[in-house]
């Protein structure tokens, strides 16, 4: 019989989630470590722990997303005349290493959706 009860593991789900150990979750919990092991060791427990955690990352980025705009305009404020050369210096660096890593991201998210695209369609001509 499965042990992973949906309502009263919340809290268990959201330690772990957050980077906790079995050992760590347990005290956080009040639950014994020999429960959260049997926890662990429940396909569906897990399945839902990694839900947790993907909705988790999911809504960072979302966060990072929305935060990405303001970071732009405060690296691009410091590359202005009066702010002293090294301070210039780093805001530039920073600009250009960022600029670069996001059109590597983009371009390889382009291309994996190109490939998925072929799949899907191979898939169904096939």
Same mark, same amino acid.
């Given at each position: 019989?499965? /042990?992973? +009860?949906?309502?009263?593991?919340?809290?268990? #789900?959201?330690?772990? %989630?957050?980077?906790? /150990?079995? &050992?760590?979750?347990?005290?956080? !919990?009040?639950? /014994?470590?020999?429960?959260?092991?049997?926890?662990?060791?429940?396909?569906?427990?897990?399945? &839902?722990?990694?839900? =947790? +955690?993907?909705? *988790? @990352?999911? +809504?960072?980025?979302?966060?990072? !997303?929305?935060?990405?705009?303001?970071? @732009?305009?405060?690296?691009?404020? #410091? *590359?202005?005349?009066? @702010?002293?050369?090294?301070?210039?210096?780093?805001?530039? +660096?920073?600009? #250009?290493?960022?600029?670069?890593?996001?059109?590597?991201? /983009?371009?390889?998210? &382009?291309? =994996? %959706?190109?490939?998925? &695209?072929?799949? @899907?369609?191979?898939?169904?001509? %096939?």
């Amino acid at each position: 019989m499965p /042990s992973y +009860r949906p309502k009263a593991d919340s809290p268990l #789900l959201l330690a772990l %989630a957050c980077g906790a /150990s079995a &050992e760590q979750a347990a005290r956080q !919990t009040g639950l /014994s470590e020999s429960t959260v092991y049997r926890r662990l060791r429940d396909p569906a427990f897990r399945q &839902e722990l990694q839900a =947790v +955690r993907d909705d *988790m @990352v999911r +809504r960072s980025a979302g966060m990072l !997303t929305a935060a990405a705009g303001e970071a @732009v305009k405060t690296l691009v404020a #410091l *590359m202005a005349p009066a @702010v002293p050369a090294p301070t210039r210096l780093g805001a530039a +660096r920073a600009v #250009l290493e960022i600029g670069i890593k996001v059109r590597e991201v /983009s371009e390889l998210a &382009e291309r =994996v %959706a190109a490939l998925e &695209e072929r799949l @899907v369609n191979g898939a169904t001509a %096939a």
